[in-house]
């Protein structure tokens, strides 16, 4: 009966060494890993100006700055008769240039019929007319100097006959150089807006 006592001291605790008792570490329910939410899509923004110029309309443009071309080249027969190289780029319209001056007053009908046909025709848009009249008023000022010439008569021999190459040769550049900027603005469908031309063209129209 004694190894009783014994017993049960011996289930007791040891009085410096403190209970173990088992470590209760709290539980979380799962959650998903982290992530940075992206942004939303940013919605693709069509402005309402963009109105690009149809094909049709290029066209005509185009074609209307080859008239004061036609009219004009006659002023380049100085240059092209001391540097036959700038003849070459002119040559593929050489048929199109003969057979536009072997008809009786072409210059006269195709003026009126451009005008007509084209700038005076509301069904057509603003752009095309507004080009189809440059074209117009650049051939109309071609004409200028050639009637100054022969009120003036500058002879052809000389210090008027300098003149006059001078006179045909900036006229000359400055035509190909307008041909050039109208023709290049046509097929890209912008605007093209003369020297000393668009002024008296937008005038007409507004």
Known sequence: MATLPLLRLSLLPHPLKPPHHPILRPTFPHRPPFKTPSPPPTPLLISSAYNPTPATDRLISAASFFFP???????????????????????????????????????????FALYLAVVRNPSFSRYVRFNALQALVLDVLLVVP???????????????????????????????????????????????????????AGRQLD
Do not use: D
């Open 146 to 200: 050639m009637l100054v010439q022969r009120i003036l008569s500058p002879g052809r021999t000389g210090l008027g006959l300098k003149l006059t190459i001078w006179g045909y040769n900036g006229l000359f550049v400055f035509l190909v150089a307008c041909f050039a900027y109208g023709l290049g603005c046509s097929v890209l469908g912008k605007t093209a807006y003369l020297p000393f031309v668009a002024e008296a």
């Open 69 to 111: 071309l036609f009219n004009g080249l006659q002023y380049g027969r100085f240059l092209f008769s001391q540097f036959p190289t700038l003849a070459i780029p002119f040559k593929p319209m050489l048929p199109l240039f003969s057979l536009y001056h072997s008809i009786p007053y072409a210059s006269f009908v195709s003026f």
